[in-house]
Structures are given as structure tokens and as C-alpha cells.
């Protein structure tokens, strides 16, 4: 089985045990409802087996998360895969933005109508991811000043057909562990 981290969050996203498609930028599951584990009454409480299975937390859409905090979060992220790509796969950048700008737009016209997710942060990995991108800014002569905190990737539920949820994960912001 292949289990799929966040980059700059440091914490597992999903794995490929689940239905998924992918093209060059998304990685995107199919989700059902399933029983939730530790409720009282398992036949009433239902949650995403994606976000059961990979502990991924929910964003509250009216308080934490509105369009002008997401468009910010998104650039900072876009941004750090973009030094990630120039530095590891620079072939892959501008593909990654112009396909990424694609994505965003479409989010953006009927936000929403998606729910958004994130990892569960490994904050002291986070830090060492932190302090190692630094580094390597600082000793190629780079302003390491933006790089005080990563943003995690935010992944998002897509009701298709409006009914049938799907996560997507940014490919590019990712790594894979075999198990």
C-alpha cells in the first residue's frame, strides 16, 4: 500500500487503498459514508471513510475558513510548491501553476459548494521542514524571510453529480511512503 504526506504539513493525507483517478495536478478519491468508529451508536453516526481513515480534519466553512482566508492560504501554498518544484522538479512548474490557476478558479466560482480539509499537522516535523528550507534558501543567496511557517495543503471535497464526494490532493505537494 502507498500512504501519500502532506509536504510542508507532514502528516498523512491518504493512501491508495481507495477508488481514485488521477492527472498531473490532482489525486482525487472517491469517499463513502461508513459506520464512525468511536460512536456511541454506529448506525446513526456516519463520517467520510477518507477522512476516518486518514484523520483529516474539516475546515468550518462559516467561521474558519471564508473565501478571503482560502485565497490567501492558497497562494502561500502555491507558492511553496513552486520553490519546491524549481528546486526538485523544474520541468513541472509551469504546468503545475498554470493548471493550479485552472483549479483555483473553478473553486473560487462556486466556493461554497465544496467543503475543505487538512492533514493533522505534525508541528515539530513542520518546524524541521521549516528550518531545512531556510537553509537551503539562505545558502543559495534566497530570502528565507516568507519561510516563518508552511502552509499545509488544504484538500478539497467536490460533491460530483452532487451527491458523490470526492477529495482531491495536489499531486506536487505530496510524497509517498510504500507499506
Known amino acids: 500500500m502507498i500512504v501519500y504526506f502532506d509536504q510542508f504539513g507532514c502528516c498523512e493525507l491518504v493512501s491508495d487503498s481507495f477508488p481514485h ?20 451508536d454506529p448506525e446513526t453516526e456516519q463520517i467520510l471513510d477518507v477522512v476516518q481513515n486518514h484523520n483529516l480534519m474539516q475546515f468550518a466553512n462559516e467561521t474558519a475558513l471564508d473565501k478571503k482566508t482560502f485565497t490567501a492560504m492558497i497562494k502561500k501554498y502555491v507558492k511553496q510548491v513552486r520553490m519546491y518544484l524549481k ?11 498554470n493548471e493550479m490557476n485552472e483549479f483555483i478558479k473553478k473553486i473560487l466560482k462556486d466556493f461554497k459548494d465544496y467543503d475543505y480539509y487538512h492533514g493533522t499537522v505534525d508541528y515539530d516535523a513542520m518546524e524541521e521542514k521549516v528550518n531545512e528550507m531556510k537553509a537551503k534558501a ?35 505537494g505530496m510524497y509517498e511512503e510504500m507499506y
Request: a negative charge; aromatic letters at 10%; glycine letters at 4%.
Open 21 to 40: 483517478t488521477e492527472t498531473d495536478l490532482l489525486y482525487s478519491v472517491e469517499a463513502k459514508m461508513v459506520p464512525k468508529e468511536d460512536a456511541e
Open 87 to 97: 528546486e526538485n522538479k523544474p520541468e513541472r512548474e509551469e504546468a503545475f501553476v
Open 138 to 172: 539562505e545558502a543559495a543567496g534566497k530570502d528565507a524571510s516568507s519561510l516563518s511557517h508552511l502552509q499545509e495543503m488544504i484538500v478539497i471535497c467536490e460533491y460530483v453529480d452532487g451527491v458523490k464526494p470526492t477529495f482531491h490532493f495536489f499531486k506536487d
